[in-house]
């Protein structure tokens, strides 16, 4: 076969015109779909990312919260309570730090303000009450778990004295904690950075969330305008319920489809008239709008080819799928018309 020359494929030309005009339909609807598609789900991650938008920052708010609270408590900050939370979790320890703290310090009060049965225990650990005396909580709780660390085996003295400071619930669990230094230096390596941002922010977190739980009264004020615009006085909706009521016990569904079409007509007035229309139909003309942006922001970018693999060489920088199934469409169209596929 000479180089340049054009050989025709050598079927039955209404049978390859049949099969090309498929070929081209089914990526006709390709193309729909895929805009409809993209469409559809554009609009799903807009509203997925709002709703978790929402219901991150009230978690955030809560954990925040919750860790202000327990650093309050016991005289701790927040970022030292989350990053104590995060030791116990990676040591396997089920522990409420509030409570193991509250106990702690409720102890050392107690041996530094004269109980001798604690100070003696404290004495097993190699601590005495100045050892304790103008530390923070924090580093008292450190301080007794370096010394644990430290002493090792010993006959279960260790053991004894830990359950006197934390209780018979907690010093077991602190005894492994305590004898595997290494997930406190993990923890604070891990939320170091995090604990503080989050006691910048915890203030600000909180009034976020009190404005957010104004939400269920907000939808509250709104059936309230409008149940006010409709008359809540209860007559539209007696007249309406008797007449439903009437109409059902006398099998007229005729009755009945023409109150719903007249009464809710007149519903339908009043809200027009309270201008809710307008705002609902901008709101959804503008919620089109970002999804349209947001398709086009969503196809991917890719780099062009270089000129010596037969591309621009970068004058261009994404690839338009909808584009190119549409030149794929022309070509097939083109072929359809020549009774066949030509090869050059």
Do not use: C
Not at 78 to 85: A, P, Q
Not at 137 to 150: E, L
Not at 175 to 195: H, I, M, T, Y
Not at 202 to 213: I, R, S, Y
């Amino acid at each position: 076969m000479a180089i340049g020359t054009s050989v025709k494929v050598g079927f039955d030309g209404s049978e390859v015109k049949k099969g090309f005009a498929g070929i081209g339909g089914m990526f006709k609807s390709i193309g729909k779909g895929m805009a409809i598609g993209a469409g559809a789900m554009m609009s799903k991650s807009l509203l997925d990312l709002g709703m978790k938008l929402a219901t991150g920052i009230d978690q955030l708010a809560d954990f925040a919260g919750e860790a202000q609270d327990t650093a309050l408590q016991v005289g701790a900050t927040t970022s030292e309570i989350i990053k104590l939370d995060r030791a116990l979790a990676l040591s396997g320890a089920a522990i409420d730090s509030g409570r193991l703290l509250s106990t702690m310090t409720d102890n050392i009060y107690d041996a530094s303000h004269g109980s001798e049965e604690l100070q003696k225990t404290f004495g097993a650990l190699g601590l005495t009450m100045a050892d304790l005396a103008g530390q923070s909580t924090i580093d008292q709780f450190m301080m007794i778990g370096k010394a644990v660390a430290t002493i090792g085996e010993n006959g279960g003295e260790t053991e004894k004295a830990l359950k006197d400071i934390f209780g018979g619930k907690m010093y077991m669990q602190l005894l492994k904690l305590f004898r595997n230094q290494d997930v406190f230096e993990q923890a604070n390596k891990e939320l170091d950075s995090f604990g503080k941002n989050i006691e910048d922010m915890q203030d600000n977190l909180g009034k976020t969330q009190d404005q957010f739980q104004r939400i269920p009264y907000l939808w509250k004020s709104f059936n309230l305008a409008l149940a006010r615009g409709i008359g809540a006085n209860g007559n539209f909706w007696k007249k309406l319920f008797d007449g439903f009521d009437q109409a059902l016990n006398e099998g007229n569904f005729s009755k009945l489809g023409y109150m719903l079409k007249s009464e809710f007509a007149k519903a339908l007035e009043v809200i027009a008239g309270s201008g809710a229309l307008d705002t609902f139909k901008n709101f959804f003309r503008d919620i089109g709008k970002y999804i349209g942006e947001g398709i086009s922001s969503a196809l991917p970018k890719l780099p062009s080819l270089p000129t010596w693999l037969g591309g621009d060489g970068g004058k261009t920088s994404m690839i338009d799928p909808i584009s190119e199934i549409q030149r794929t469409n022309s070509l097939l169209e083109r072929i359809y018309r020549t009774g066949g596929a030509l090869y050059a």
